[in-house]
């Protein structure tokens, strides 16, 4: 229980809405690259995708996450339409991929893919380390430290361990 009561506080949502700061900056060139990938690989169209859902939840997009979708575990409580934001900005950039490497394109409730499970516990992760270690480093001179799926994984699917 304890470990889901940071994703209700304000900080956890700095914690998305950072990276989605630092993502925009390079929005579009990123958009490009991954339409291009998308386009290459399969035939999964990420704007067509996102589009639809734009429409399917019109109107709804302020009702809790768990209302409008099928199987909202960790986003429980979140606005709809923020649940996408967070898909595009924080999941799908910081990455480098699209929706196919976690969703089977265009049935979203799905929970075939294992990098779907591994994304709630990196989430879980992502909230111990800026709810109870993080906050927890004394003479740290910042006066709100976050980490985010961008900082570790910095457009890759695996984290680099090492410089090249
Ligand atoms: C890194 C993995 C990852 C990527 C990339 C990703 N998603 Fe998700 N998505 C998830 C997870 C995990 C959930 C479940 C959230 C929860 O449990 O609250 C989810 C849930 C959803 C849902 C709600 C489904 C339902 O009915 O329960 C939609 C819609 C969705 N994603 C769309 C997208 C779109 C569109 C993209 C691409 C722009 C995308 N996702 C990219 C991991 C991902
Ligand atoms: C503290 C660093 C860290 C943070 C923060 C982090 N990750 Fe990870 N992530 C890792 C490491 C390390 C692995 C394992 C890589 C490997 O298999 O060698 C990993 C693996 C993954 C994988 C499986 C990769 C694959 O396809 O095999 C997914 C999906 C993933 N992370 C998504 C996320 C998402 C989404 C976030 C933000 C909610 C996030 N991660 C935040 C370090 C991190």
């Not at 879980?124 to 976050?146: A, H, R, Y």
């Amino acid at each position: 229980m304890k470990r889901y009561l940071f994703v209700l506080t304000p900080m956890f949502l700095l914690v998305t809405f950072g990276s989605f700061g630092w993502n925009s900056c390079n929005s579009t060139k990123a958009i490009q690259t991954s339409n291009e990938k998308m386009v290459q690989d399969t035939a999964f169209d990420e704007a067509a995708a996102i589009a639809a859902i734009k429409k399917k939840i019109e109107g709804r997009e302020q009702e809790p996450a768990e209302a409008v979708f099928e199987n909202i575990q960790i986003m429980k409580g979140f606005p709809a339409g923020r649940v996408l934001d967070i898909m595009q900005m924080a999941f799908s950039r910081s990455l480098g991929v699209s929706c196919d490497h976690c969703h089977v394109p265009n049935d979203w409730g799905n929970e075939e893919k294992l990098t779907k499970q591994v994304t709630r516990d990196m989430w879980m992760m992502m909230g111990e380390i800026n709810g109870e270690l993080l906050k927890n480093i004394p003479n740290l001179q910042s006066e709100q430290p976050v980490a985010n799926c961008t900082t570790c994984h910095r457009g890759q699917i695996k984290p680099a361990t090492s410089l090249k």
